[in-house]
């Protein structure tokens, strides 16, 4: 019996975890995420996706979708992509600079303890 409800504890975090990946998904704003199906959110558009497991769950077809069909749709995700691509750039550069920064500091104190050895 205990392992039965673990394994519908296990049943539930799964769906739990379904349910906050797909919320965040950049998708989420165009497209309702069921179970086993994918249903456009737009006006006067019936266009379901459906597929067997997650796994086989595949974005492109939301892409391809909101290209062909609502190119307004499709540019602003295109810019969320763009903004957020360069924030992480942003970001890995100014890590970059810092540890170049570090790496400096560290080899000037290092160096400067040396010569103090060789006096």
Do not use: W
Not at 9 to 15: A, E, L, T, Y
Not at 64 to 89: G, I
């Amino acid at each position: 019996m205990a392992v039965f409800i673990d394994y519908l504890n296990h049943i539930i975090d799964f769906r739990l975890q379904f349910a906050t990946m797909t919320s965040c998904s950049k998708y989420a704003p165009y497209f309702t995420f069921g179970e086993k199906t994918i249903t456009c959110k737009t006006e006067n558009c019936n266009y379901v996706y459906t597929f067997e497991s997650k796994s086989t769950r595949s974005t492109a077809s939301l892409r391809n979708r909101l290209k062909a069909h609502h190119n307004d749709f499709f540019k602003k995700l295109v810019e969320t992509e763009t903004k957020k691509d360069e924030q992480k750039r942003a970001s890995a550069d100014n890590l970059r600079t810092q540890q170049t920064s570090l790496k400096r500091a560290l080899t000037t104190q290092k160096m400067s303890a040396a010569k103090k050895r060789l006096y």
